[in-house]
Nanobody, 115 residues
Framework: VQLQAYGGGLVQPGGSLRLSCAAS????????MGWHRQAPGKQRELVAT???????NYADSVKGRFTISRHNAKNTVYLQMNSLKPEDTAVYYC??????????WGQGTLVTVSS
């Protein structure tokens, strides 16, 4: 199983980025997907999730700014991040969760929001 996240980088406050995570080795369409992040010196936190049926959930800190989506035919989950703030700086990880509770994690991609 491999989850390959990409799309991170340096962006100014107020800017946008789109993260992508391509999955292989799993039946993507039957896995709930999520994005998590870990800022320096802090615990990893949940950012957003999307179920197999397309229902979404967001951390309060990103509601209205971030949008999670999935493209099952491409085995890819996305995180559109708008109105970025310095406190969004973190390593962002994608994860897949099966109906039996098995979780898979990818390597992270660094997002830095700074002027």
């Amino acid at each position: 199983v491999q989850l390959q996240a990409y799309g991170g980088g340096l962006v100014q406050p107020g800017g946008s980025l789109r993260l992508s995570c391509a999955a292989s080795g799993i039946i993507f369409s039957i896995h709930d997907m999520g994005w998590h992040r870990q800022a320096p010196g802090k615990q990893r936190e949940l950012v957003a999730t999307i179920t197999t049926g397309g229902s979404t959930n967001y951390a309060d800190s990103v509601k209205g700014r971030f949008t999670i989506s999935r493209h099952n035919a491409k085995n890819t989950v996305y995180l559109q991040m708008n109105s970025l703030k310095p406190e969004d700086t973190a390593v962002y990880y994608c994860a897949a969760k099966s109906s039996t509770g098995v979780e898979y994690w990818g390597q992270g991609t660094l997002v830095t929001v700074s002027s």
